[in-house]
């Protein structure tokens, strides 16, 4: 399913151009599951065959990327009061906002390109947790900005190979996020049971 929504929307891409691209992108930055890599690669192959002009496709990408991600992150801040008030005391949800607050710069840049599958959760928890927003898009629009020339270069590099150099990424990327969400939970579970401890402590004390 996913992959004939990515096809329809690469040829509308082909059909119309920059903006659907923006819009693509946007969409994507916004977490439905369209295969905005997917069609980043293939704009890049299809810039270097003389369809598109790769500079005015990048900056329309970018800017569709930044909106989305800036969507997202208003969304955790707006309800981030709904959120503390069922998990605000949750030992689980101290953890992931500590570990967020502690690697808050290096967890926004690396999931823009790295391991984009987090950049949603990433998003969310930044808008809920109270972090700025101004603070939020510097390595939002560095992090986003890396994705594009990498990821369209790939496909500007590679020209008509576009589709195997795709599942190559793709493929890597899942062994990637496999890798680094074995990481997070080792050190959340660290974090819960410290909290857990803390908790009952206080408790005995009282």
Partial sequence: MS?????FLLTQVINYGAPLFAVNLFLGALGLPIGASFTLIAVGAF??????????????????AL???????????????????????SSEWISARGYFEENAWQ???LTRFLVTALAIPVNLIAGGSGYKFSRFMLPDFLGEAMWIILY?????????QWEAVSQVVSDFGGVL???????IGFRLGRRWIAARKSLSTEASNE
Avoid at 3 to 7: E, L, M
Avoid at 79 to 87: A, F, I, S
Wanted: charged fraction near 10%; avoid cysteine.
């Fill in 3 to 7: 992959d004939s929504i990515s096809g």
């Fill in 47 to 64: 810039s270097q065959q003389g369809y598109f002009s790769w500079p005015q496709m990048a900056l329309f990408g970018l800017a569709g």
């Fill in 67 to 89: 909106l989305g991600d800036a969507l997202s992150f208003s969304l955790g801040h707006y309800g981030k009061n709904w959120v503390e008030r069922r998990l605000g005391k």
């Fill in 107 to 109: 967890s926004i840049f």
């Fill in 152 to 160: 369209g270069g790939l496909g500007y590099i590679f020209g008509t």
């Fill in 177 to 183: 996020l496999g890798i680094v969400l074995l990481v």
